[in-house]
């Protein structure tokens, strides 16, 4: 068996979750993001971020940008 020594492949070491997890975030891997543990919230069905727009059209950002002027 010359081509598979028992040297040849590293011991597998059983750990807890949170020794890793705490491994992930104090370790920075070159090239990679790092993972700050923060995970995702839960959010409902549906949601989306930011507010809702003006349908009105009163002021929009066309408006803004150019500018309007007032009388």
């Avoid at 705490?22 to 549906?46: E, I």
Wanted: proline letters at 6%; charged letters at 25%.
């Amino acid at each position: 068996m010359p081509e598979r020594e028992l040297e040849a492949f590293p011991k597998t070491v059983i750990v807890k979750k949170t020794v890793e997890d705490a491994r992930a975030v104090q370790s920075d891997m070159l090239g990679t993001v790092k993972n700050l543990g923060q995970g995702q919230p839960d959010r409902a069905h549906g949601h989306t971020y930011g507010s809702v727009s003006n349908v009105d059209g009163i002021w929009n950002a066309g408006k803004c940008i150019q500018g309007e002027p007032t009388h």
